[in-house]
């Protein structure tokens, strides 16, 4: 007898197969049950002791230092002078040398509705040694101060190198926390690699450029003494038609540099670097990036570039996030995922992709969503072990506050997500493993509240073992 079902059965049995649904995409991994106190994040106020003016006159204030190059052989270093332009030049010698080298950089300035920029001093220094400790010098003629870095290791597939990873940071006494934390914390980072957002000065009334001065003193006690490697996020956008400031990234463009022609990009805000043993993409979310624009044509060109023998990590920035279970900024990240995800990443085998935006810390289990097409309607994120694993760290510390409202329940794809504010480093041992651990703000500088070994995918495509702790 064949049985057909009454219109009841057939409810019932279409029920079943979404509750079935609904089971396989849903409750996958951690939500933290950290509880942390509810007091919004301020900003500190212009006479905090961390914005505070270097004495002496003309001296160079918000330095901070980049990669000037494809391999670590350079340094960019920018520094802003208050009373007149005075000297462009850097000194700078090994440790240990007498053996000074000068270099001259060049000075810019812009003006912002009715903010003047200070003078923007950038030099970049050349033919450096690898794994070497500088000294160097700027402010000559006026007052002088001294910073130091140590540069890379010679680009290679087993160096050891440890990256930190700070996102939408801005100026708030959480974000000074923040910062203090990465510098606390006993895993040494080496260089930051920051996923956007840096000063806020857009919050405040006609962007208030003097927002980006006090957030470059504020940061110089990190990033004058080793690189971060910046991202743009839209905080840097400053697009303001209303007050007649129509130019996008305007005071970014002005006191930011990246190294961009060295990988062939024809725009700042998108570009690599190789570092040790990583190969570096940022891309730029807030740029075109739709089929035949520069950004597409570029990452086209970059990917079948990327040399796993001699840069086994393949890691990309940027910074509006492609997997997100936090209930803002719903698929912001979902065109470009749409350009890049299936031909781009999980074709070449992206190890991680860092993003921020999103004031929360989430980290995803290796998934891809890349069988979708217009007409079969199946999109929905799959385990994908050539797929890398994402992680938004917009938890910085900025005044916007933490993202607390979550998606229920917790998609499959997410392996574990918490609300609060932090940092993490990225250990990368080897060409096979990488120790991940994540750090919340509330806890001692060497408390891990999310960690994991992450195995490279070309040299070691095998699952990962998650040993999250909430
Ligand atoms: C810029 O204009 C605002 C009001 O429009 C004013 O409060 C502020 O003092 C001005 N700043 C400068 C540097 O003139
Ligand atoms: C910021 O943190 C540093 C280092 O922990 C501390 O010395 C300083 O007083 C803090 N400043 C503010 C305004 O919280
Ligand atoms: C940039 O382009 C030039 C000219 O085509 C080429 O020689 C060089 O290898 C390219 N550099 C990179 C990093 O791809
Ligand atoms: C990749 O890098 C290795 C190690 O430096 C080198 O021997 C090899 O020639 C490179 N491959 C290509 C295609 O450039
Ligand atoms: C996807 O991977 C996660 C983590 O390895 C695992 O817990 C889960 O069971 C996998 N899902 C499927 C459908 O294989
Ligand atoms: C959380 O976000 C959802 C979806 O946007 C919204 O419906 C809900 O009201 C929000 N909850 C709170 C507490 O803000
Ligand atoms: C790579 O590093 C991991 C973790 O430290 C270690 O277990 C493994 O033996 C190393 N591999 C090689 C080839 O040294
Ligand atoms: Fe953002």
């Known amino acids: ?97 007498n053996q000074k080298h000068s270099a ?27 794994n070497t400790k ?92 080793q690189p971060w490697i910046w991202t743009v996020g839209n905080h840097e956008l400053d697009f303001e038609p209303d007050i007649g400031e129509t130019k996008p990234f305007k005071p970014f463009s002005n006191r930011y540099r990246t190294p961009y022609k060295a990988s062939n990009s024809t725009s700042p805000f998108f570009y690599s670097i190789k570092r040790g043993p990583a190969h570096i993409i940022v891309l730029a979310s807030y740029s075109a990036y739709g089929k035949y624009t520069p950004q597409f044509k570029w990452l086209e060109d970059e990917l079948p570039k990327v040399n796993r023998t001699e840069s086994p990590w393949l890691i990309v920035l940027m910074h509006a996030p492609w997997y997100n279970s936090y209930n803002y900024h719903y698929m912001e990240g979902e065109t470009m995922r749409v350009m ?56 910085g510390g900025n005044l916007e506050g933490l993202a607390k409202n979550m998606t229920e329940p917790q998609p499959k794809y997410s392996a574990f997500r918490e609300a609060s504010f932090g940092h993490a480093t990225l250990d990368i041992k080897n060409r096979t493993h990488a120790y991940y651990a994540w750090h919340r703000n509330q806890d001692g500088y060497a408390v891990e509240a999310d960690t994991l070994w992450i195995f490279n995918r070309y040299w070691n495509p095998v699952d990962e073992s998650t040993s999250a702790t909430a």
């Open 1 to 97: 007898m064949v049985l057909i079902p009454k219109t009841k059965n057939l409810i019932i049995f279409v029920s079943l197969i979404l509750a079935f649904n609904a089971a396989t995409l849903c409750n996958g991994g951690i939500t933290s049950r950290f509880v942390r106190k509810l007091a919004a994040a301020t900003d500190m106020p212009l006479n905090s002791d961390v914005f505070r003016v270097p004495p002496g006159y003309n001296a160079p204030q918000q330095v901070h230092i980049t990669q000037g190059d494809l391999e670590g052989e350079a340094m960019i270093i920018s520094w802003v002078r208050m009373d007149e332009p005075g000297s462009s030049k850097v000194l700078y010698w090994i440790d240990g040398s």
């Open 104 to 130: 001259n950089g060049k000075i810019t300035k812009y003006k912002y509705y009715n903010y003047t920029s200070g003078f923007i001093h950038h030099c970049t220094i050349r033919r450096l040694k690898h």
């Open 134 to 225: 500088y000294h160097y010098e700027v402010g000559i003629g006026h007052t002088v101060r001294s910073f130091w870095f140590m540069t890379p290791p010679e680009v290679g597939p087993d160096v050891p190198y440890t990256f930190g990873l700070i996102g939408d940071l801005g100026q708030s006494y959480d974000s000074n926390s923040t910062l203090t934390h990465y510098e606390f914390n006993p895993t040494k980072g080496q260089a930051v690699l920051f996923v956007g957002d840096l000063s806020y000065a857009d919050t405040y009334p006609n962007h208030d450029n003097v927002r980006w001065d006090t957030w470059g003193r504020f940061v110089e006690r990190s990033v004058a003494y």
């Open 340 to 395: 890049y995800e299936a031909h781009g990443f999980v074709k070449y085998k992206v190890d991680l992709v860092f993003a921020g935006h999103v004031h929360a810390y989430e980290r995803t289990e290796r998934i891809s969503n890349i069988v979708y097409n217009v007409v079969n309607g199946i999109c929905t994120p799959v385990n994908d072990s050539s797929a890398p694993i994402y992680i938004t760290i917009g938890d």
